[in-house]
């Protein structure tokens, strides 16, 4: 995931008469990402009258436009502009935070849900946690737990319902370990704040919904907050925000509970610090890398 070469320019199509569609590359990477994201800040920081809206994803973007302000011609030769100056960037980095999410996996919320929907699913005898494990090759859930709370995860896009982050591991790509099938047909419930899992992409449902993903555990944080409630959500009713570094940590029950508990009397539970991440030096070394980078959380 992590060391896809880019193409030299990226592939512009219209979509109807209103989105302008920029392709940088058909794998998904966090070279891509990141130069979406570059193009989409850039082309923001320009208010260009006429631009709608800007929507960077794992490897494009897509810009809506008003077609009577701003001639479509005129969009793109600024795009384009904009992507080479991108594409010139020595040294891509990023500002952004570490948010640590506790999971209390194997709960018996996600279990329940597992079992009602069995029918829907590749594996009908077991759990998800004992069918990803199986699938990855693992030995045992424990190692399973282990891999998935041990490396961070990048959050590439948030979207799909209110508030639901996106996430791909940070590993090399010879590395990466997590890819895992939806249910075969979606369920119509999932417990709200489950760590799910579908494809390459971890997420973590912000409210109760239908959903096909492996679901893996539950967090007591809540990640969406329309009422702003939380001093955490202030600045917006969405936790998450794309470049945000997360990473998962197992918890018992207990501190569950607890945790669930405190969030909801507004105390200060969560846990997030910021960060500078510097796209080649992680390449260079991801496993190193990681290991500074995730040390942040415990200075």
């Known amino acids: 995931m992590t060391t896809t070469e880019l193409p030299a320019q990226a592939r512009y199509s ?8 920029v392709q940088i590359a058909e794998d998904m990477s966090l070279s891509a990402f990141f130069r979406a994201g570059a193009i989409s800040s850039r082309l923001a920081e320009r208010a260009i009258d006429g631009v709608l809206d800007i929507c960077p994803a794992n490897a494009s973007l897509l810009i809506r436009f008003d077609p009577e302000v701003l001639a479509p011609a005129d969009l793109e030769a600024a ?15 990023i500002s952004t935070r570490i948010v640590e999410i506790p999971v209390w996996y194997d709960d018996p919320y996600t279990r329940e849900v597992g079992a009602k929907f069995r029918d829907r699913h590749q594996r009908p005898e077991g759990t998800d946690l004992e ?16 891999k998935h709370s041990s490396t961070p995860w ?11 982050p996106f996430m791909f591991q940070m590993v090399d790509q010879a590395d990466y370990a997590f890819e895992l099938p939806k249910y075969l047909r979606p369920r119509t419930e999932t417990p709200k704040l489950t760590v799910g899992h579908g494809g390459c992409f971890a997420c973590i449902y912000s409210v109760k919904g239908a959903g096909g993903y492996q679901m893996f555990g539950v967090t007591p944080l809540p ?7 939380h001093e955490v959500f202030a600045d917006s009713m969405v936790l998450f925000r794309p470049g945000d570094i997360v990473k998962f940590r197992p918890v018992d029950e207990a501190e569950y509970r607890e945790l669930e508990a405190a969030a909801e009397r507004g105390e200060d539970v969560y846990r997030i610090v910021p960060v500078d991440f510097e796209l080649d030096e992680f390449l260079a070394d991801p496993v190193a890398y990681n290991t500074n980078l995730l040390g942040a959380l415990h200075d």
């Open 154 to 164: 990048m959050v590439s896009m948030v979207g799909f319902v209110a508030g639901l």
């Open 14 to 21: 219209w979509g109807a008469d209103e989105h302008l569609v």
């Open 131 to 146: 069918y990803g494990m199986v699938e990855l090759g693992l030995s045992s859930v424990d190692e399973f737990i282990e």
């Open 223 to 229: 990640i969406f907050d329309p009422s702003q409630g």
């Open 79 to 93: 795009v384009r502009e904009i992507e080479a100056d991108v594409a010139r960037q020595e040294r891509p980095s």
